[in-house]
């Protein structure tokens, strides 16, 4: 089983922090879902061949919701045509709050689609400001009642802390808001100041500050405790899940799992030796679809590299590493490397699994990289 992830790059506006590749070209719509698709036939039918399927779809961005209902069903129709549905247990769409309207939610209860996330990111409208985010608080719960109304059972909500200023009390009720709304899923992240984004360069022209490192950690712990007390599981770093309502499609990233990427800047791995993606202009990338000489890289992964990959992926999850996954020679530099934070309950190794307590959740990207081959 295999995950299909699709590129759409389109934003009515951009966010000062987002450091993936959008564009606000919204005219190429039309265009970029047609060499999207081309794209699909082309790929697809050598996996075919190979006999793979397709166990999750996820519409990613950029905002999806953008697309209008006629190109969202002209995806799913060469979806199924190309891969087929038929196995695909959890198909994910990402939408903003304010896209939501009743004639979209119609649209969604037409499609595929039975889960969407949604960018929440915060309940205060001062801070969606600051973000340039076009959503208000009081769009969120409404959007919430749509989706459900369209029969959605599955909607994972984006949270981020940290922003400068925000005290501890501020992020209790963004908390407490976020609770309220019920949703299966929620992930959280502390905002981060990406190279190349505008949130950057106010960093770097000392407009903004960021927050204390002690109050980031306290408001990350302030988040395990309440969601883990609410029902909540934290089976990875950043996301929590109701019982049975983990991301299917993010977990194979951690897990290793195969997974094909379509679009504009859209990555691919097969789940052995290879990664490729596809090149992140939009220009190029329908140019090349269109002449059928699609522009992208790839990368054969040596050994360390692999390493390196199951290490930072499966350490993020609550089950950890199994070391069984790797080479003697690679189990022995792992668990050498590993003692240290063994010894002072930063890791804990339990059998063939090695995990992160508590305390190592909180140094987490140290512990990795000490963990890696260099």
């Known amino acids: 089983m295999a995950g299909l992830y699709i590129h759409i790059p389109f934003c009515k506006s951009r966010c000062i922090y987002c450091g993936f590749y959008s564009t606000t070209g919204l005219a190429l719509r039309q265009r970029y879902v047609d060499a999207v698709c081309h794209e699909m036939m082309f790929r697809g039918e050598r996996r075919e061949k190979r006999g793979e399927r397709i166990e999750t779809v996820y519409i990613g961005g950029g905002t999806p919701s953008q697309l209008t209902g006629g190109q969202l069903r002209q995806l799913f129709i060469y979806i199924n045509k190309v891969y087929g549905l038929e196995h695909a247990k959890e198909v994910t769409m990402e939408c903003n709050p304010d896209d939501v309207t009743v004639p979209f939610a119609e649209t969604l209860s037409q499609l595929p689609v039975n889960r969407v996330s949604m960018g929440v990111q915060t309940f205060s409208n001062e801070r969606l400001r600051f973000l340039h985010r076009r959503h208000t608080a009081e769009q969120v719960p409404l959007a919430m009642e749509r989706l459900r109304q369209a029969g959605i059972q599955n909607i994972s909500i984006d949270l981020m802390y940290g922003f400068?200023?925000?005290?501890?009390?501020?992020?209790?009720?963004?908390?407490?808001?976020?609770?309220?709304?019920?949703?299966?899923?929620?992930?959280?992240?502390?905002?981060m100041y990406e190279e190349g984004t505008p949130l950057y360069q106010r960093?770097?022209?000392?407009?903004?500050?960021?927050?204390?490192?002690?109050?980031?950690?306290?408001?990350?712990?302030?988040?395990?405790?309440?969601?883990?007390?609410?029902?909540?599981?934290?089976?990875?770093?950043?996301?929590?899940?109701?019982?049975?309502?983990?991301?299917?499609?993010?977990?194979?990233y951690w897990n290793q799992t195969p997974y094909i990427g379509l679009g504009a800047a859209a990555h691919s791995y097969n789940g052995k030796d290879c990664r490729r993606w596809n090149v992140d202009d939009i220009n190029q990338y329908i140019e090349g679809i269109e002449r059928d000489i699609p522009t992208f890289e790839q990368e054969i992964l040596?050994?360390?590299?692999?390493?390196?990959?199951?290490?930072?992926?499966?350490?993020?999850?609550?089950?950890?590493?199994?070391?069984?996954?790797?080479s003697d020679g690679q189990a022995a530099y792992c668990l050498?490397?590993?003692?240290?934070?063994?010894?002072d309950n930063r890791l804990q190794l339990t059998g063939n699994r090695l995990r992160l307590t508590r305390q190592g959740l909180f140094v987490s990207n140290m512990i990795m990289s000490e963990l890696m081959k260099v």
């Open 302 to 326: 040596d050994e360390d590299t692999r390493y390196n990959d199951i290490v930072m992926t499966a350490l993020r999850t609550c089950e950890g590493l199994n070391m069984a996954q790797l």
């Open 336 to 343: 050498q490397q590993a003692q240290r934070f063994i010894a």
């Open 203 to 252: 960093l770097e022209d000392g407009t903004v500050s960021e927050i204390d490192e002690e109050l980031s950690l306290q408001m990350y712990s302030s988040l395990i405790d309440r969601l883990t007390s609410s029902g909540y599981e934290h089976y990875e770093i950043s996301n929590f899940a109701k019982p049975g309502f983990r991301s299917r499609h993010n977990s194979s």
């Open 164 to 191: 400068p200023n925000e005290t501890f009390q501020e992020w209790k009720e963004d908390i407490d808001r976020a609770l309220h709304l019920n949703a299966e899923h929620l992930s959280a992240y502390a905002l």
